[in-house]
């Protein structure tokens, strides 16, 4: 068998702080043997769909295009919200954007250029694992999809596969049956048989079971669990087989979570104080976007009333935390007094809504004793159950860690990092220049023999509105920028 060169496992929205030998022995070796990124840090909104995209082009959203999980974009839908995550959605958004609703090449694109290719292979949703390589389906690129079949490419492939290791376990929570598959397709399939350069593979626990048991429960332990196991096969098969000793791997998670502990009905009280807010503009309505634990809101024409109308009522809650609205023009304010500056947040692009917010989170334990506590707003996830999109450390402190040939071992980054580094890591190793479109750097610092890079340069954005102060802590590393975390200070 012919290994890889490069792969990249991501456990979705796994905490660092349970990455440990009780749950994941299998992982934290891993970390511990090898390069690990503990300053890592995923981009905003610290939602699935966006760091999904960023991990696949190796940069933030304002290059990417896709900027929310679910969000209004009038090119698409011009009646609903666009669902990145759904396969008939996300079908329409590459139909609007004539297939390049990822406007940045991906890695997947970029390995095609040189006579080189990638597969994904993921428990993900369809939107998720289309998001790693947009455009597998042209490029001839494996991708297989166990949580929505129609989602994988090429179709003879995947009816094989289907054929060969049928029927796909329903999901579950935790999702082990299917997991397992996914591992066992991976090793008996995959890797033997297609011999892809980089290969992908996204579990998706224990997200969606953090989501709907809560973080710490006996679901999600056993959840961590499971993950643990299953790469710990693919562990056990890369270190027993000479062959692969070209094999890279890289480690990661696209964020983490929070527990949810009061839920705010964000659309039903802003009509309740006078703004029509809806999924969609009206003839008589010019607010719409999705409201949550973070909120994407869309101003028609970007009418300045309008705008300061909405920014100045979220910034009179209790329970907001940070308000975004266009730049002032001095990088740090928002034109509407007492926001920060949009951009601050590396997701300006044609897409980009007028308004983000984030509700307040803290750092109070949940029942079973894990750190962080939120305000969210949802009909999918039960008070107590997690949620991510927002700007506390948790969510933003994501999982991202190396071995393999040319990585140091057992060592631990000071440097501030990013799973979008992950691609200018590996086009760098490859000996492949990277698109002008990727924002991430080249982990230089974890790489035998190469210098280390400049010390990184830190910053605190805030401003005040008289009740509350809003801060952003940034840092920065050459001409990388990651955002750090965010809270607010009651005055």
């Known amino acids: 068998m012919r290994w890889p ?18 749950l994941a022995p299998n992982l934290r070796r891993f970390l511990d043997e090898g390069c690990d990124f503990p300053q890592s840090r995923c981009v905003f909104p610290s939602v699935t769909r966006v760091n999904a995209t960023a991990l696949a082009c190796g940069a933030a959203p304002a290059a990417t295009g896709v900027i929310a999980n679910k969000f209004f974009d009038p090119n698409v839908f011009n009646d609903k919200l666009l669902h990145t995550g759904q ?3 996300i079908r329409a958004a590459e139909a609007a954007y004539a297939g ?7 890695l997947g ?16 949703s369809a939107g998720t694992t289309h998001l790693l390589n947009p455009r597998a389906a042209e490029l001839g690129q494996v991708t297989l999809c166990l949580s929505d079949w129609r989602e994988s490419t090429p179709r003879d492939y995947a009816q094989e596969i289907l054929t060969r290791f049928g029927p796909i376990p329903p999901a579950a929570k935790p999702s082990v049956a299917r997991i397992e598959l996914q591992m066992r397709i991976i090793l008996e399939a995959v890797l033997p048989e297609l011999e892809p350069d980089v290969l992908f593979i996204w579990f998706s626990d224990p997200d969606s079971t953090y989501h709907a048991c809560g973080i710490g429960s006996p679901e999600s332990e056993a959840a961590i669990r499971n993950v643990d196991a299953q790469f710990g096969r693919l562990l056990d098969a890369w270190r027993s087989d000479p062959a692969a000793g070209r094999c890279q791997l890289f480690v990661c998670s696209d964020h983490g979570q929070v527990t949810t502990r009061e839920r705010v009905h964000v659309k039903q009280t802003m009509r309740e104080s006078g703004i029509e807010i809806g999924t ?15 909120g994407a809101i869309r101003v028609r024409d970007g009418e300045p009333r309008t705008m300061k109308r909405v920014a100045d009522w979220l910034n009179e809650q209790p329970w907001c935390a940070h308000v975004f609205t266009p730049s002032a023009g001095d990088g740090l304010n928002g034109t509407v007094a007492g926001t920060l500056a949009r951009s601050l947040l590396m997701v300006e692009h044609a897409r980009v809504p007028e308004i983000y917010y984030t509700m307040r989170a803290d750092d109070a334990p949940n029942q079973w004793g894990w750190r962080g506590t939120c305000f969210y707003d949802s009909n999918e996830y039960p008070v107590g159950g997690g949620t991510h999109g927002g700007l506390h450390a948790i969510e933003m402190n994501n999982l991202l860690a190396a071995q393999g040939q040319g990585f140091k071992h057992g060592y631990s980054s000071a440097w501030p990092a990013s799973h979008i580094d992950i691609v200018p890591t590996i086009l760098h190793t490859f000996g492949i220049a990277a698109p002008a479109t990727v924002t991430g750097r080249v982990l230089v610092e974890a790489i035998d023999g190469a210098a280390e890079p400049a010390a990184p ?6 401003v005040d509105t008289g009740r509350q102060r809003q801060v952003l802590s940034l840092w920065r590393v050459g001409t990388s920028t990651y955002i750090d975390r965010g809270w607010r200070e009651d005055a």
Do not use: N, W
């Not at 694109?109 to 993900?124: N, Q, R």
């Not at 969609?280 to 973070?294: C, L, P, Q």
């Not at 340069?457 to 805030?462: H, I």
């Open 5 to 22: 060169r490069c792969i990249i496992t991501v456990f979705d929205a796994m905490r660092r702080d349970m990455i440990m030998q009780s």
């Open 87 to 89: 396969y008939d959605d």
């Open 100 to 106: 390049r609703f990822v406007e940045a090449p991906s």
């Open 109 to 124: 694109e970029i390995l095609a250029g040189h006579g080189m290719k990638a597969a994904v292979v993921s428990t993900g």
């Open 280 to 294: 969609s503009f009206t003839e008589t309505r010019g607010v719409a976007g999705t409201t949550g634990y973070y």
């Open 457 to 462: 340069e830190s910053a605190q954005c805030q």
